[in-house]
């Protein structure tokens, strides 16, 4: 099973409206990561948050990290026609000796549609 | 630097083929990873290379599926025989340890 898994699996909104994406995970992390692939591209990397944050920003992207929950949520503000894409989290989860494997586990993704 | 290069971009071939899927990574990362995508099951990690050195390889699907990392700056995807079944799209990924940064993917039919 995925590691990490996102909800909804598609999301269509209007343009200027904000965007939630959520995101569960089952084992341990050190980081979580949020990626962005627009159709027939590979992925790009958005956002990392480590395991001791709780929240992080980044223009209009604000990454939200609950480890009791293991989960975390991805929300875009005041969406654009040129955010849609599909969005991934992936999850780094520690070796026995608590570093990192160096491996992302990805989740199926969020098909995100802004309409203009 | 030019970011994580695959080649080829698509290629269509037929079923019993060898297939080879090519990546140049990113210089200076330590970590290269071979991921295929389909609609029905997703991103998957097939295998992922340490200092050219394979790390983990339970994600290659079956004994059809090698990969070859003989340098730093070069590895190598082969599928022998190919069955539609593979048919997918197939990322080299490169990392310095944290952040992972794909290539545009190489996108395989297999008829």
């Known amino acids: 099973s995925q590691q990490g898994e996102e909800d909804p699996q598609a999301l269509s909104i209007q343009e200027g409206e904000n965007a939630t994406m959520n995101c569960s995970y089952k084992t341990s992390i050190n980081n979580l990561q949020w990626y962005r692939q627009n159709s027939g591209r590979g992925l790009v990397h958005l956002i990392l948050i480590r395991s001791n944050e709780r929240e992080k920003h980044s223009g209009r992207l604000r990454v939200t990290l609950d480890t009791s929950k293991k989960s975390s949520s991805l929300l875009i503000t005041a969406s654009r026609a040129a955010d849609t894409a599909s969005y991934f989290c992936?999850?780094?989860?520690?070796?026995?000796?608590?570093?990192?494997?160096?491996?992302?586990?990805f989740g199926q993704g969020t098909i995100l549609t802004v309409h203009p | 630097d030019a970011g994580v290069i695959q080649s080829p971009r698509h290629e269509v071939t037929e079923m019993g083929q060898e297939v080879t899927l090519r990546c140049k990574p990113i210089s200076g990362h330590d970590y290269l990873f071979w991921y295929r995508q389909t609609m029905m099951r997703g991103l998957e990690l097939l295998i992922y290379f340490n200092n050219n050195v394979p790390i983990d390889d339970s994600g290659m699907p079956e004994d059809r599926f090698s990969a070859k990392m003989p340098n730093a700056s070069f590895s190598t995807l082969k599928i022998q025989p190919s069955e539609p079944r593979d048919s997918a799209v197939y990322f080299c990924?490169?990392?310095?340890?944290?952040?992972?940064?794909f290539g545009e993917g190489s996108w395989l039919t297999v008829v």
């Open positions: 992936a999850t780094d989860s520690p070796n026995a000796g608590g570093t990192s494997y160096g491996k992302l586990t």
């Open positions: 990924a490169s990392s310095p340890g944290t952040t992972i940064y």
